[in-house]
């Protein structure tokens, strides 16, 4: 008899937490939808009453997303709740994800409570909630550094009032697996109604142990959900990566001997969209979706390969969605070449229209670039849905000029809410020279605090993919562009990033 693990992915919550790593309505539908195709059971899909941005990501996400059940994290109080049991109205199966902080030093520095207070409220919270929901979920904030007594009462109170999951949460990633394992462990045996609950671990990587913490968990405490997030993406040095866990308790099925509804094939367009979307790049040596986690450069390693692939690998790279197809598409692929290997890659398109622009602006890439990989086609298509979010400033066309001890200069083109305009500077070298000539037209005042390139199929024949941060007044956003000229990457990230910094609003962030 095995036991079926839950996968509870909160990317768009705790990974959204991330400074910088926030993202717009449409950018969280389509990474729903992207979670859904890879069958993970619970999406957490925001914090429904810190905006009303947040209530809106949650409550579309509500409507379309019928195979996951869908959750909205709450705080203890009663308006929080009723928001997420409001935003969550439209969904087919959906939870209410209860956090207060439990640990001595939260409660007392943070929170200003007693723990009697404390108690008292996570109970009423709960019993609150469970009259407006069947799914509730607990969550003691810093619960691992809690005092192991009172947080037995408070989390049998809270199962006795109808909490259903209880999460264990080492918000500062303080944990190492044997003491966390343990920890689990300790509350299940003494906590009398621990059986009625199922237990959930949900670990920062702050020492680097976010995935041997949870795995620990599971396996020496019985948990039996694990949260997480696709790259690890979170905040600080992020939460338990979600390919990582999967693969774990896949690959070494022998000693976990556990079941998972994951559909495996669908990670890697999952890892890429985050990716892409968020600006947040994946290291080449990442477990599972790196690029060379499955590239083998040693002699010995490729030779051995070969002749017996188990040799050196211990899972296959189609199995986690690494194409098996390494026919590239190029000016003479037709559309429904371009839209199988779409599909191949996981991409939805919601519509006709859509495909028909994404086509078409593959064409105009195959125009200029003679191989389109896998990796293009998705830069493009995540490029798209930026385009599809009612921008206010867009790019239509750029020139400058560099010459060895000259000053660059650009001139760049673009429309600020359909009106075509052009700014012209000079600057340190073309790719300064033409984000300065936007700003003095945009004005915009922002600080850049990043600014990378990545070659997205490695060569220089390849596209660049551009990331730009920018942050003003607080707020912290990430624009990508992509092109085979930098430049023009370049141009369009930065416009990509003010078009953000216009939509965004401010939120409550559940940690502190
Ligand atoms: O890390 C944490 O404690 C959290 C809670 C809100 C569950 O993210
Ligand atoms: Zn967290």
Redesign the pocket.
């Known amino acids: 008899m095995t036991d079926k693990l839950i996968i509870f992915d909160t990317t768009l919550r ?1 990974g959204e937490q991330s400074p910088g790593a926030s993202m717009t309505r449409d950018e969280k539908l389509r990474i729903a939808r992207q979670l859904e195709r890879l069958k993970v059971d619970v999406i957490e899909a925001g914090f429904a009453a810190s905006s009303n941005g947040d209530f809106d990501c949650v409550k579309s996400i509500a409507n379309v997303i019928k195979d996951s059940t869908i959750c909205s ?1 709450a705080r203890a109080n009663d308006r929080d709740i009723s928001r997420a049991a409001e935003a969550l109205q439209g969904a087919a199966n959906a939870r209410i994800h209860i ?1 207060l902080a439990t640990s001595a030093l939260h409660m007392e520095k943070k929170l200003r409570m007693s723990p009697e207070q404390v108690f008292e409220q996570a109970k009423q919270a709960t019993r609150f909630a469970r009259n407006l929901m069947g799914d509730i979920e607990f ?1 003691p ?2 619960g691992y550094r809690s005092d192991m007594d009172f947080l037995c009462r408070v989390l049998e109170s809270v199962i006795a009032e109808g909490a259903s999951t209880i ?1 264990v ?1 080492d ?1 500062v990633g303080y944990a190492v697996p044997e003491l966390y394992g343990n920890f689990i462990k300790t509350l299940r045996e003494r906590i009398p109604n621990s059986d009625k609950a199922i237990w959930s671990v ?1 670990c ?1 990587n702050d020492l680097g142990m976010a995935v041997a913490n949870s795995l620990a968990g599971v396996q020496i405490g019985g948990a039996r959900q694990v949260e997480c997030t696709i790259n690890g993406l979170g905040e600080r040095a992020g939460n338990c990566s979600l390919e990582e866990i999967v693969m774990a308790v896949k690959t070494r099925k022998d000693y976990f001997n556990l079941d998972l509804g994951i559909d495996t094939k669908q990670i890697l367009a999952a890892s890429r969209m985050v990716s892409q979307t968020t600006g947040f790049v994946v290291q080449p040596n990442k477990a599972v979706v790196g690029a060379n986690a499955f590239a083998h450069a040693s002699g010995i390693h490729q030779d051995g390969v070969l002749k017996a692939r188990d040799t050196y690998e211990i899972m296959r790279a189609e199995d986690v969605g690494w194409s098996a197809n390494k026919i590239v598409l190029g000016k003479l692929s037709g559309r429904n070449a371009f839209k199988q290997r779409l599909e191949e890659l996981g991409v939805q398109m919601d519509s006709e229209s859509e495909i028909n622009a994404a086509f078409s602006r593959f064409k105009e890439l195959a125009d200029r670039k003679s191989d389109i990989f896998d990796e293009d086609i998705l830069a493009l298509v995540s490029e798209e849905s930026v385009l599809n979010d009612k921008e206010q400033f867009a790019f239509v066309s750029l020139a400058q000029h560099s010459e060895t001890g000259e000053r660059p200069h650009a001139k760049v083109v673009f429309t600020v809410a359909g009106r075509e305009v052009r700014g012209e500077s000079n600057g340190n070298g073309p790719v300064d020279a033409s984000l300065k000539a936007i700003e003095s037209h945009v004005k915009s005042g922002a600080e850049m605090v990043l600014y990378s390139v990545n070659a997205i199929s490695g060569s220089t024949e390849s596209q660049g993919e551009v990331t730009v941060r920018l942050q003003n007044s607080g707020r912290v956003v990430n624009g990508v562009g992509s092109d085979p000229d930098i430049v023009v990457a370049s141009a369009k990230a930065y416009l990509s990033a003010l078009n953000k910094l216009q939509s965004k609003s401010d939120r409550v962030a ?2 502190g």
């Open positions: 705790d994290l956090f969550s904030e810093d999460n949460p918000t949900h920062h559940a940690q």
